[in-house]
């Protein structure tokens, strides 16, 4: 593929949970990690944009980066900084340096996680780490759609984050899991094994209006 990405085997974890955009929020970041109540051989694996927007960027890279258990991909708030595109001065050299480390997609045999999506009329093989990164309406105006997951129709099950959603997005072929954490909406996390979804609630940071959240009832 040409873009990064890291693979995994899942026989080697028992349960495995895809994990919505934390964008700084501590709080809701550690009351979701209570919830789900990891074991030993358990993994979570986040959506990307754990920084910017919420309170406690520098706290939720170091809450993720210490535990093997906790993965992520790159959301494009971190890539902006990466770019210099956007600042956060309480983060140091570390911080970036494991921003940098964050692979665009991780991926497994069927299952495909990136921050915003895939351009459905294009192979994966044919897509940037860029696209993975931002992708929302690839032959439309962002937020007025048409969305790129209203037409994916495989062959991986992409979970993605980016477009901030209302409730969970739970397709075949797509899971959508930015419940608007940061904009007092919920953390929400996927449950792979058991194709459930568990959210927890979040305090808003910032506001957002409403047609920048995507309605799922409108859509189902």
């Known amino acids: 593929m040409p873009f990064d990405q890291h693979r995994l085997e899942l026989d080697q974890y028992a349960d495995i949970y895809v994990a919505g955009d934390v964008h700084g929020c501590l709080a809701a970041l550690e009351r979701l990690l209570e919830t789900l109540d990891l074991g030993a051989d358990d993994l979570v694996i986040f959506v990307g944009d754990l920084v910017r927007k919420g309170p406690a960027s520098k706290a939720v890279l170091e809450r993720v ?3 093997p258990q906790l993965l992520s991909v790159r959301g494009n708030n971190e890539q902006k900084l990466l770019d210099g595109d956007a600042t956060l001065p309480a983060l140091d050299e570390a911080d970036y340096e494991y921003m940098a ?9 069927g299952g495909l ?5 895939v351009d459905p009329e294009r ?4 897509q940037t780490g860029a696209d993975l990164l931002t992708m929302r309406a690839p032959n439309g105006d962002g937020y007025d759609g048409p969305f790129w997951f209203d037409d994916y129709d495989g ?5 993605f984050g980016h477009t901030v959603l209302d409730e ?3 397709r075949e072929w797509a899971v959508g899991l ?3 954490c940061v904009y007092g909406g919920s953390l929400s996390a996927y449950d792979v094994r058991r194709e ?7 305090s808003g940071h910032v506001s957002r209006s409403d047609d920048k959240i995507v309605t799922i009832t409108d859509r189902k």
């Open 155 to 159: 062959p991986r099950r992409v979970f």
């Open 196 to 202: 459930t979804v568990i959210s927890v609630s979040a």
């Open 113 to 117: 996680v990136v921050h915003g999506g």
């Open 168 to 170: 969970p997005l739970e």
């Open 178 to 180: 930015d419940t608007g």
């Open 101 to 109: 480390s964050l692979p665009v997609a991780i991926s497994w045999d």
């Open 65 to 67: 980066r210490s535990s």
């Open 123 to 126: 192979a994966l093989s044919e």
